[in-house]
Each structure stands twice: as structure tokens, then as C-alpha cells.
Nanobody
Framework: QVQLVESGGGSVQAGGSLRLSCAASGYTYCWYDMNWYRQAPGKEREFVSGIDRFDRTTYADSVEGRFTISQDNAKNTVYLQMNSLKPEDTAMYYC????????????????WGQGTQVTVSS
């Protein structure tokens, strides 16, 4: 089954930390990029961070220096360590995967997880 399952969301006070996880199943033999997006109520979904198969990472300016993305290829899992959380980080966080290549892999196939809620109180 091709899916992404997020976990690790919750409620914390400003300045606290959370670690999100996203476990991928299906097409795990392919090359793919993994990303985190978030969507706050009344706002559009926005990019947070991404990592490719070479462990190259990108971050939105708003989280640079506070969030760290990493992956465990043996577990097909990507993590988002979030430190120094702010109330404006409150959102539903979504994992996203895009297939980039590999034998027998659907190029550019992409899908989303169901999301995990992060709430930061002041």
C-alpha cells in the first residue's frame, strides 16, 4: 500500500520542541524527495522543509535555524525536529513525497499523508 503516515504532533508551549515522523510505504525502492508542508486555519498550505536522497536539505526562511529535517533510509522514515516553537508555527503538518526515479518507478508520482496537528501556545 502506497501511503505516508505522520505522527508526533501535539500541544506545546512557546519555546518547546516536538519531533514529527513520517513513515513511507510502497515505492520504497525508488528515489524520492520527502517534504514537510503546513497549513494554518484560513491560510494556504506552505512549504516547510525538504530532503532528497543525497540528504540535501531546504528550509523555509520562517523555520531556518529552528527546524531540522532528517531521514532514516532503512526505516523509510523522515523526521522534522522542531525547536524554539512559536505560536505562529501552529498548523496541520503534512508529509509529502515525490518520486524522482528508479527502475520501474512512476516518475513524478507524488502523494500526501493525512497530517498531524501542531499547536503552540504563548
Amino acid at each position: 500500500q502506497v501511503q505516508l503516515v505522520e505522527s508526533g504532533g501535539g500541544s506545546v508551549q512557546a519555546g518547546g520542541s516536538l519531533r514529527l515522523s513520517c513513515a513511507a510505504s510502497g515505492y520504497t525502492y525508488c528515489w524520492y524527495d520527502m517534504n514537510w508542508y503546513r497549513q494554518a486555519p484560513g491560510k494556504e498550505r506552505e512549504f516547510v522543509s525538504g530532503i532528497d536522497r543525497f540528504d540535501r536539505t531546504t528550509y523555509a526562511d520562517s523555520v531556518e535555524g529552528r527546524f531540522t529535517i532528517s531521514q532514516d533510509n532503512a526505516k523509510n522514515t523522515v523526521y522534522l525536529q522542531m525547536n524554539s516553537l512559536k505560536p505562529e508555527d501552529t498548523a496541520m503538518y503534512y508529509c509529502h513525497r515525490r518520486i524522482r526515479g528508479g527502475s520501474g518507478c512512476p516518475l513524478d508520482y507524488n502523494h500526501w499523508g493525512q497530517g498531524t496537528q501542531v499547536t503552540v501556545s504563548s
